[in-house]
């Protein structure tokens, strides 16, 4: 049965507010591992694995999900600026012409 879009947005509000949460208590862990170190030996992936310890199997569902989303963000950032690089090319000669040399003076 499809979902109604009442359903689906409120699915997308749910994953946003998860979302915000990750990045907040990401943003936590980096916060702890760069200025309230006890251990200077302990990396930011050290502490990433012992907080994980401390979670229940349930939410580490939800850690993964995120790391997941954040290896898609890096890889389409990636795709993005190959795309650019490629059509770069293709648009010099757009781009770079003598009849919008004065537009380049602006």
């Known amino acids: 049965m499809p979902r109604s879009n009442l359903q689906l947005a409120s699915e997308v509000k749910c994953f946003r507010k998860k979302k915000q949460e990750h990045e907040y208590a990401l ?18 992936k050290d502490i990433i694995k ?27 950032g990636g795709l993005i600026l ?12 757009v781009w770079d012409n003598e009849e919008d040399a004065a537009y380049d003076k602006l």
């Open 50 to 76: 012992q907080e994980m310890e401390k979670l229940p199997e349930s939410a580490l569902s939800e850690v993964l999900d995120f790391i997941q989303f954040l290896e898609q963000k890096r890889e389409k």
């Open 27 to 44: 943003g936590r862990l980096w916060y702890n591992a760069t200025y309230d170190r006890k251990d200077a030996a302990m990396t930011v």
């Open 82 to 93: 190959a795309a650019q690089s490629i059509s770069k090319r293709s648009f010099e000669k």
